[in-house]
């Protein structure tokens, strides 16, 4: 921004100022590469700077949000201004995301988002209020390649059973049931596209999808159900990006059959049978929810970027879910994080996700051998996993094909 920033920074209110360095170094380092976010956030550190109507909307909201994370405050604020453009499925602005770029945003800060009256205003400040939750169901690919690649040496009996900690609307256990085409790229460490390990890698996907699929899924969900629009609207705008919104109809007429908002609709409205909600906090199991998920052990526990909400608990978290899995079971993670190197048991959530690529990984730690502790075995380009990399060392674990 031109103005000052350090001087003007240092008589913000403690919250807002750490808010306000979080907008600026997300523009320069983006959520997922996605240059609307980036944009977004140019505009609202200099709207925040230069318009009172906006600063007010942003103070008002630090000073009532529970959450003390500046990165997460950022990325609740574009996403409620998001919201604003994806109203009950139809988008009011024809040409979003295309073209937003800082002057835009900042031209739409000032006409809809200064007078705390305006129905944005009062839109926004209601997602505000709301947390923040994604549904992303192409993290699915994970638990369909380790079903796949396991499938090799064991036999589920009657197909896999899936516990989905934090499964939000169960996009991911949703896809996996219906068997919604998910497929990733994999490249090697210069970043150049591997097409063997992909061929291999979907192969392992393809091979659990044309098996015996998913025989029960149990999504354990802290967040009640809602029928309110508003509410859907807004679970919508968290889990897709600007840059997963479909290009214009006429453009990908007869190209592309499913995009990403088709596939979000379609999941959010389907009701396959082996798929169930838990609903409750899975740090305090109510006895009997305990019961239902120790009767259906778990081939696989997902924990898909929601131990980051959970940060102080995750050694008694993996302590817990081990008694819940089958004898050979595995606790798989999707995270911003790292293995401390003293302490494989737990691990280091990353605080600055969006500040590089390749920072998202996939972890297992198996019951069968505990003493591994967390291993990565992919890294992904962004939470999206669409692009991967093997970790080669440890793969070997799951798939010796892939690490060959
Ligand atoms: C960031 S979203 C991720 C959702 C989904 N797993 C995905 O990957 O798209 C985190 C979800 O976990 C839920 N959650 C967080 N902590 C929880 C807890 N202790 N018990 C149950 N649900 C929890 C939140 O309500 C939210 O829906």
Known sequence: MSIAAGAFESRLPPGSAALFAEFGAQAEAPPNGDPTIGSFHAAAQESYATNQGFRNLIN??????????????????????????????????????YGYDELTWMHDITANLSDARSPQSIEMRANLRRPLQTSRDKRAIVLSFLAGALSQEREFEGGLTVHDYGSSSNHVLKSLALRHPNYAKIVDAQGHYDKSATRIFNMFSGFYKSGRGLMRGYGIEAQPPTNNPRAQNWLKSCSLDPSQLDPPREQVAGVKEFNDEDTYELLTEARPPQVHTIRGNFLNLSPEHHHKLASNKADLAFFSHVLSQNAPHISTISKNTMPLLKRRGMIVVNEYAEVPPDNPQTLNILDD????KWLCQTFVLSKASPELGFLPIIRWESSHCEVGQIVEENISHIAPDLAA
């Open 60 to 97: 008002r909201y630090v000073s009532l949000e529970t959450v003390d994370n500046a990165s997460y405050q950022a990325n609740k604020v574009f996403k409620a201004a998001h919201s604003l453009y994806m109203p009950f499925k139809v988008r009011t602005a024809t040409g979003y995301p």
């Open 353 to 356: 996700w969006y500040a590089s």
